[in-house]
Each structure stands twice: as C-alpha cells, then as structure tokens.
C-alpha cells in the first residue's frame, strides 16, 4: 500500500485516481489546509498534518505502507517571500518528521515532489539534472533541503528516494472529475481561462520586455496526467534494489511556450477573446525556463 501524503491537492489527487484506475492499494493524507476532500474520490482517507511529529508518525506506523508519495507542501513563490517562516515549517521540517518517522517504522521508499525551483536562475537551457542549484526563493530553497535530507537518509540506507523535479505542471483529468484549485490561483493557465469566461476582469502579463521571442516569459508547460505516470514509472524503479538509492529527474516535456502563446491557445480552444494587460515584471521570474529530462 502507497501512502498518499497530499492527496487531496492538485497534482496528488491526479496520482491517487490513476492509481484507482490501476487498483495500486493506497491511502490518502492530507491535512485539507489547502486540499479539497471531494478530490480524494473513493480512495481511502486520513487527516494528517505532517507538520506534527507525533500525528504523522502515528499515521505511518499504524498504516506500515510499502512507501509513500510526497505532495504535501506549500506552493506559492511569492507567499515564500513573505511568509518564509510558514513554508520552512511545513516544506522542511514536515517533510523531516515524515523521514523521521519512516525510518523510525522501517517505511523505505519515497517518490517526493521536489521543483524546478530548485535551480534559481538557469545558466543553460535546456537545464538538466546536473544544473548548479541555486534557488532565488525560500519556496526553492525548502525543495532543494528535502532533497539534501533524502541524500542524507539514503547514505545511511535508511529510505530509498526518487525526487521529481516539475516543471509548469498543468492540464486537468481529461474525464473532468478533477483540476487544478487553488485558492487564489496565481498559475497562468487557469487565470487566462477565468479571464476569457469572464470570471475575472483580466489577466496581468509579467512583463513584455524579456528576451525572448515575443518578450513574454517562456515556460515548460506539463500536462498533470503525465505528472501522474511519471510516478507510477518512478514507483516501479524504487522496486529494483540494483538502481541507485536516491535518484532525480526532471519532469518536463522540453518544449518552451510564451505567455502570449499560452494566450492564443486559451482563445483557440474557449473561442473567447482572454482580456489582458501589460504589467511589471514579477521578481524572480527567468526569462526561460525549459527541461532537458
Ligand atoms: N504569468 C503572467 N501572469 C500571471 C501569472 C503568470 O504573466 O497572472 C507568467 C509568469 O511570469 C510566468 C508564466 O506566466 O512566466 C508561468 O507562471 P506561473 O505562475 O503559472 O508558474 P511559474 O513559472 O511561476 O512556476
């Protein structure tokens, strides 16, 4: 059994419901601070905030599941900045009392959601699994900790990891039971489609002056249903004990779009004009960023 920490969000709950779809046994976590519990589906559910040590550890000794995957994290860059305290707490140390109490029950595989963040700004694109990291956010900063954490328990032979690098994860289930919901929303896609159907006046681009182009920002944008086998593919090479203990991979697709591209796509497929103004450019954000995976 697969436990599920983090379920209830955007990219977990597209993993659980493949894994429905697979009947792989597993049970959710989520504290629902952000998660919605009507994303779970049928999938079994606890309520687990990992950011209490003796809560989770509970969890993982009383459930004993064969590994876990890790979604459950704070996403906002932005709010990072203002709030580092909150995200160091969750990101970090929640993902620390996980590892604690994996090790503590002999729980030894673990799929974690890391990010692309971690890289700061690229010094070549592509960028590839061996680019410097250097993140520009405290959001990247706590990713690039877990991930040194997931060395550390891997050289003591204690957990057994694959950490997952995002990209601009994107898309929804194509079935239309589930999407991305986050409250505010701050991702381009699901802005520039609120703005085409009028639930919102406009959307903002971050700057038109970039060189790139068009001058917008160019993303590598992932389709969440490829997040998804990614996992399950991931999942299974945790199984082969020959395969190196702690492993990263970039998840992109290697191609970049622009913020105006990503406009003309949302108008090509709503039919709706997507209302739009020229804005600063937001702090941190690269002119581009694209994967080599
Ligand atoms: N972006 C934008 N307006 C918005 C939100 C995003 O122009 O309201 C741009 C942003 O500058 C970036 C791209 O869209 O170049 C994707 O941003 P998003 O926040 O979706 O993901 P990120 O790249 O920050 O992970």
Known sequence: MILVLGGAGYIGSHVAKLLRKRNIPHVIADNLEKGHRSACGESAFVQVDIRDANDIHDCVSSLKPEGVMHFASYISVGESMKQPDNYIANNFGGSKNLLNAMAETGVKKIIFSSSAAVYGEPDEIPISEDHTMNPTNTYGQTKKDVEELLQDFGSRNLVRSVSLRYFNAAGADPEGE?????????????????????????????????????????????????????????????????????????????????????????????????????GERREGDPATFVASC
């Open 178 to 278: 589930l999407g991305e919901d986050h409250r505010p929303e701050e991702h381009l896609i699901p802005i520039a489609i609120d703005a085409a159907v009028g639930r919102r006046s406009e959307l903002t681009v971050f700057g038109n002056d970039y060189e790139t182009k068009d001058g917008s920002c160019i993303r590598d944008y992932v389709h969440v249903m490829d997040l998804a086998e990614a996992h399950l593919l991931a999942w299974e090479s945790l199984e082969d004990e020959t395969r190196l203990p702690v492993r990263t991979y970039n998840l992109g697709s290697e191609n970049g779009f622009s913020v105006f591209e990503v406009i003309e796509v949302v108008e090509q497929v709503t039919g709706l004009k997507v209302p739009y103004k020229i």
